[in-house]
Each structure stands twice: as C-alpha cells, then as structure tokens.
C-alpha cells in the first residue's frame, strides 16, 4: 500500500500509552477501548537522530519509524514506512508550540495553562481553532472528540518528549 494514497489509520475516544515491556520490542503501546492500537519500540533521541529510528508497529502489521530529518535550522521528527512519509513536524513561534502535517492533513498541538520552566501537563490538539483531542501528559493519555490520525498521537508524544532543539531561538528577543 502506497503511503501517499493509503488511508490513515485513526483512532478515536480515550486513548492511554502504557508501558508494556522493558528492553524487547514492544516497550509502550497505545491502547483504547478496542485494543491496541499501535506498538512502539525504545525511545531515545539518539537512536531517531542518528540510529534507525523508533519502531513502530499498527494494529494492522503496517511498521513505520520515527526519525529524525532537517528542517531548515533545526532537527525535527519525522514517520516514515517504506511506502514514504507519514508525517512530519515543526515548531511554531510561540513556546513549545507544533505543528503535525501529513499529506492531507494538519494539526497543532499546543501547551494549556503553564508553560514555563516546568513542563506543561495539559496539550490541546486543533484543527484549526477546533480544539479536538486533549492530551494529559501525567496520565499519557489522549482524549478525542472526532477521530485523529494514529501519527498524530505518536509525534504528539514524541514531541512531549524530545521537543525540537533550538526551538527557543524562534521567539522574539528584547532589545
């Protein structure tokens, strides 16, 4: 199946990612009220900047990886399969702000309420300005009200995890 004319696999309702195992694939998953939606390998920053990338396994047998590539001044995650890429991510100007584009879709995901030197636990992913699925990053869970695609989950907790380096650069600077 072509990457760029398959459907995306979604997922919608409460969606938690579990710690699963410890050293051999799989090492989290994302599970809702059907099962398992997705298997993930070890994470790491290194292993997606430099390395082959995080495993990632669907419900359906499809493998991608989570990856790394450049993106003008700065290294941002990417999914890959071996059809092509799945989705790719950016920062917005505005402090830990993102956006998460695939082919025919895009989505931001910004902190709510705090965002200062401690992490924001809160994340709002929107379509627009629709608010459509709320992120708690204490509980990893994710909490839909229309279906997303499976990849936005994925680079939405890559993301919480890693951020994008040099992305504090993009804000304005006082004379």
């Known amino acids: 199946m072509d990457a760029r004319t ?79 890429t799945i989705a790719i991510s950016g920062p917005l100007p505005a402090k830990r702000s993102y956006g998460i584009n695939g082919k025919d879709w895009g989505y931001f995901l910004i902190p709510l309420g705090h965002s200062g030197v401690r992490r924001a636990r809160l994340w709002a992913v929107r379509r627009h300005e629709t608010e459509i699925a709320i992120i708690d990053d204490r509980h990893r869970t994710i909490e839909s009200t229309e279906p997303i695609p499976v990849a936005v989950a994925v680079m939405a907790f890559t993301l919480l995890v890693h951020g994008i380096p040099g992305e504090a650069s993009l804000m304005p600077e006082r004379d």
């Not at 938690?16 to 298997?39: H, I, K, N, Q």
């Not at 493998?63 to 999914?79: C, L, N, T």
């Open 6 to 84: 398959a459907v995306p696999q979604m997922l919608d309702g409460l969606v938690e990612l579990l710690r699963v195992g410890r050293w051999s694939f799989p090492v989290e998953a994302l599970v809702g009220a059907d099962g398992t939606v997705a298997e993930l390998g070890r994470d790491g920053s290194l292993r997606m900047i430099f390395g082959r990338g995080r495993r990632v396994r669907l419900a359906n047998g499809e493998e991608w990886r989570i990856k790394s590539s450049a993106s003008g001044r700065h290294i941002v995650p990417i999914i890959t399969s071996p059809a092509g």
